[in-house]
């Protein structure tokens, strides 16, 4: 199996935060609001942190596996 099961709750988790900043963005319609200039960039920053976290992170060989 290429991913463990962790990469893919990492990816959920990643994803979910994008959909949620991009969702703080489209709610509140203002273009100097609080929300959607300074709080969701960076939920959406951390979404995609997430999703690279996910894709990256290997488990550790046990000694088993060597």
Do not use: C, T
């Amino acid at each position: 199996m290429v991913f463990a099961r962790r990469n893919y709750h990492l990816l959920l988790i990643g994803v979910a935060l994008v959909v949620v900043g991009f969702a703080i963005m489209a709610i509140e319609h203002e273009l100097d609001g609080f929300w959607s200039r300074n709080v969701a960039p960076i939920i959406i920053v951390a979404g995609y942190l997430e999703v690279i976290w996910a894709i990256l992170w290997r488990p550790r060989a046990s000694k088993r596996d060597q």
